[in-house]
């Protein structure tokens, strides 16, 4: 157990509908990062959020947006959803925000757009 | 641009064989961390080694050793008499300084290589 909460653990949805994932970092990480990992695209790095503050995006979609909370819990909303946003969704956590971190990864979040 | 090649697809091998995973990473960065990640049939990701690209020294933790080589700009993991247990998609993964255009940490991953373990 990484120590990294993600809810929910399944989500099945319909075309167009706007969803939120949640995910709750280790005790004392400041930094939560997310992926998405598909069958065509493999892990790709989404977002990342500091403290609160965005620190670096990746392949992100203007569909997709996310957050981090004072109490450093993160959000990822993707909403007018489409077949291909089915993925498994990845939180991550690390101390800080440096390269050097290693990031601990919580159990993910299936999605499946029908 | 940064990149991560897992050329084996899919490995199999018998309980008890020695199995090595082969990573190559390509950055024009001198600074930058490579990673290895291991992802059971459950699907988490577990966090296995992380090596600096000034430490060369090879390391062993049990029966998993890593294999470093900026040379080749490989970093190749080896589990010796595998188990069962280590069947999982194992990923290899690069994060590069910000100031050579990587970003704060996100991770590049490989494709992954399936490893089976048969009894």
């Known amino acids: 157990d990484s120590g990294v909460t993600q809810t929910p653990k399944h989500l099945i949805t319909a075309t167009g509908q706007r969803v939120t994932l949640r995910c709750s970092p280790r005790s004392g990480d400041l930094s939560v990062y997310w992926y998405q990992q598909s069958l065509d695209q493999g892990l790709q790095f989404l977002i990342q959020?500091?403290?609160?503050?965005?620190?670096a995006k990746g392949n992100i979609l203007e569909r997709f947006s996310a957050q981090q909370f004072p109490d450093l819990h993160s959000e990822l909303n993707l909403s007018s959803l489409e077949l291909g946003d089915s993925a498994l969704y990845f939180c991550a956590s690390s101390v800080e925000s440096g390269f050097y971190n290693e990031q601990f990864f919580g159990p993910g979040t299936r999605l499946t757009v029908l | 641009a940064q990149k991560v090649t897992q050329a084996q697809t899919e490995i199999s091998v018998v309980e008890k064989e020695d199995v090595t995973l082969d990573c190559v990473y390509e950055?024009?960065?001198?600074?930058?961390?490579l990673f290895w990640y291991k992802q059971p049939p459950s699907g988490e990701l577990v966090f296995l080694i992380r090596?600096?690209?000034?430490?060369?020294q090879n390391e062993i933790s049990g029966r998993y050793s890593w294999n470093f080589q900026k040379s080749t700009s490989s970093f190749n993991f080896t589990i010796t008499a595998s188990q069962v247990v280590d069947s999982a998609v194992y990923f290899c993964?690069?994060?590069?300084?910000?100031?050579?255009?990587?970003?704060?940490?996100?991770?590049?991953f490989g494709k992954g290589t399936k490893l089976s373990v048969k009894p």
């Open positions: 959020y500091y403290n609160g503050e965005e620190r």
């Open positions: 950055t024009r960065d001198t600074t930058y961390y």
């Open positions: 090596r600096n690209s000034f430490d060369e």
């Open positions: 993964a690069l994060s590069e300084a910000p100031d050579y255009g990587g970003s704060q940490g996100n991770l590049i």
